[in-house]
């Protein structure tokens, strides 16, 4: 039947169905094969899964569980209900990967916890295919001891996907060497003039929107703010923390989120003195007068005891992971109610520190690339069309 109705309708009909039942399309015909898997159809289906935004969103949530990574996906609505479980085909030396970001549907893992390995993987776990990046061009066994940060995200201008890398080999001239990565060129390119003199805050996380990726780093003159690289113009540019926060001596933990579209700050104090943490929003990106403190939220409220929040959900609740490793949801606005999640671990330091929360969508991404991509999409990797799933539900 298809044969007889035009491109531009089997195109439309295609672009509305979910990762899964789209691959099984593939094996309907050559023609379908080499439609679905084309770069202007990946585009044309990421594009509608974003503007089309049906159901709640998803959250990534990654823990290591006796040695083993496991990566879940799990529904940003009240239940907080689990949509499916990854299957996570790599093995990092340093018991567990970094997540540098999720970008449209792909994850950037580096395996520099603590040993640098030179190993970065950009990775679509739903369609089971990745790419493992060429090792940069300073590394420590030919230069030394340094101190690396890395961002992902794409560029909508060029249709590609990029990694920033910054390295500091001397912390007394906070002058970094910056290595950039495309992904349709397979390469890095050394970028090193356009570096700033700031130095991003140890294993700080990144935080992508509006084409750009966001850190926490320091001045020369010890004042904190937010670099950002953007994807697009591939330069450097800052932006400044609200308040008297740029100036803080106080000992506080502070990490870039997105939350509703915004870009989001929180903060927790890192002594452990005052048990407490509090999210500020900027309501208009780059306007730094639109800093507003959204709530702040004392630990003893809820029994105290260490806790890490991880992301801000979209209805303004904080997952936060406690000191027994249980994942809790915090509502703020009727004196901080405590929802116990159902996803429960261990008090283990490498468990709490594995544990991250991260945005994700499901798309097809990196479909279209060739055979020299690994875990390439075969017949009998192909999900069933039983399940809406891109990986397992068993138990580790």
């Known amino acids: 039947m298809s044969d007889f109705l035009p491109e531009g309708i089997i195109i439309n009909i295609l672009k509305r169905l979910p990762v899964n039942p789209l691959i099984r399309c593939m094996c309907v015909s050559r023609s379908w094969y080499t439609l679905i898997s084309s770069p202007e159809f990946v585009s044309t289906h990421l594009n509608f899964t974003i503007a089309s935004n049906e159901g709640p969103p998803l959250l990534l949530l990654r823990r290591c569980i006796r040695k083993i990574e496991r990566y879940e996906l799990y529904c940003d609505n009240e239940s907080f209900d689990r949509h499916f479980r990854l299957q996570f085909p790599f093995r990092s030396i340093n018991s567990f990967f970094t997540i540098i970001g999720s970008c449209n549907g792909l994850l950037c893992l580096s395996d520099d916890r603590v040993f640098y390995m030179n190993t970065i993987i950009i990775w679509n776990p739903c369609v089971k295919k990745s790419v493992f990046l060429p090792k940069p061009n300073l590394i420590y066994n030919s230069y030394g001891s340094f101190m690396q940060s890395l961002g992902f995200g794409f560029d909508p201008v060029s249709n590609d996907y990029k990694v920033v890398r910054i390295t500091y080999t001397?912390?007394?001239?906070?002058?970094?060497?910056?290595?950039?990565?495309?992904?349709s060129m397979g390469v890095w390119q050394d970028i090193s003039h356009l570096s700033l003199e700031y130095i991003i805050h140890n294993r700080s996380r990144q935080a992508y929107i509006n084409w750009a990726?966001?850190?926490?780093?320091?001045?020369?003159?010890?004042?904190?703010?937010?670099?950002?690289?953007?994807?697009c113009y591939e330069v450097f540019r800052e932006m400044i923390l609200p308040g008297t926060l740029a100036k803080d001596d106080f000992p506080r933990n502070k990490e870039l989120v997105i939350y509703k579209e915004s870009l989001a700050l929180v903060l927790c104090d890192a002594s452990g003195v005052e048990h407490e943490f509090c999210v500020w929003m900027m309501e208009e990106y780059g306007v730094e007068q639109s800093w507003t403190k959204l709530f702040n939220v004392n630990f003893h409220n809820f029994g105290g005891g260490f806790m890490k929040p991880l992301w801000v959900r979209k209805d303004g609740e904080v997952l936060i992971v406690t000191k027994d490793g249980t994942l809790v949801s915090c509502e703020y606005s009727n004196g901080a109610q405590v929802n116990d999640l159902g996803v429960h671990g261990s008090r283990s330091e490498e468990y709490l520190r594995s544990v991250h929360v991260d945005g994700y969508i499901k798309s097809v991404v990196l479909l279209d690339k060739g055979p020299d991509f690994s875990d390439a999409v075969t017949l009998s990797k192909l999900p069933s069309l039983q399940s809406d799933d891109c990986g397992s539900d068993d138990e580790p």
């Open 170 to 183: 001397d912390l007394d001239r906070c002058l970094p060497q910056v290595e950039l990565y495309r992904l």
């Open 213 to 231: 990726t966001h850190w926490i780093a320091r001045s020369v003159d010890g004042n904190d703010l937010i670099l950002l690289f953007d994807m």
